[in-house]
């Protein structure tokens, strides 16, 4: 069926460098994309999602871009800070359709 | 409390033996999910309900596993006759707007189950 997957499943990024997290995805009826952080112990937290008929939008210290034509969705984090190591997943959802899941990318900041 | 909230959050039980987990989401939130976790894994869907609509169960892994939810609130899930490889957190996610949403969800702390 259709799914989403991350390229790597560990990032290790010294803090006050700029984070790259990369996400694949299949299914082009998707309308939403979204990025999911999950601190250790903790239920998944939105941090912003993106519309299918944009390729950018930015949030605070946050970046997502969306590239349809590769089905390529990335999230980029500025001046990475301690506090921005978790796992994060990207998800996407279609319509009315239920939001399906990658498997997550691990950041590691190191201080 | 505001957020969504699930009991319990931990549970240890013996293989063969029936188990619930609840979740009370966001009141006035329309869509409910359950999600499955294993250790160091992602998110396996399980279940969807939207509103009033019949709910997606396609990603129940066995007829061990089902779900309901009363009264368009508070959702059971339960799993029957548990097996060891049913141990994991189980999450729950609430979201306010009904049918065609943006994918914001709001989880709970989730349920972790060991099957021992």
């Known amino acids: 069926g259709e799914s989403v997957g991350l390229h790597l499943p560990t990032l290790s990024v010294q803090e006050g460098d700029n984070s790259i997290i990369n996400c694949a995805y299949s299914n082009s009826a998707s309308d939403y994309f979204i990025w999911y952080k999950q601190e250790s112990g903790k239920g998944p937290q939105f941090i912003i999602d993106i519309r299918s008929n944009m390729d950018k939008r930015q949030g605070q210290r946050v970046t997502v871009l969306l590239n349809k034509t590769v089905k390529h969705l990335s999230l980029q984090i500025a001046a990475t800070q301690p506090g921005d190591s978790a796992v994060y997943f990207c998800?996407?959802?279609?319509?009315?359709?239920?939001?399906?899941f990658g498997t997550g990318t691990k950041l590691q900041v190191i201080p | 409390g505001a957020g969504v909230s699930q009991s319990p959050s931990n549970k240890v039980t013996e293989k063969g033996k029936d188990v619930e987990l609840r979740c009370d989401p966001i009141?006035?939130?329309?869509?409910l999910y359950w999600y499955r976790q294993s250790l160091g894994q992602g998110l396996e869907f399980l279940i969807y309900f939207q509103g009033n609509s019949a709910p997606d169960k396609s990603g129940l892994p066995s007829d061990r596993f089902s779900a309901e939810r009363t009264g368009g609130s508070v959702s059971t899930l339960t799993i029957q006759r548990t097996q060891q490889e049913d141990s994991a957190v189980y999450l729950c996610?609430?979201?306010?707007?009904?049918?065609?949403?943006?994918?914001?969800?709001?989880f709970g702390e989730g349920s972790r189950l060991t099957v021992l």
């Open positions: 998800a996407e959802k279609g319509g009315y359709q239920k939001v399906t």
């Open positions: 996610a609430s979201s306010f707007r009904p049918g065609w949403s943006t994918g914001e969800l709001f």
């Open positions: 009141s006035g939130h329309t869509a």
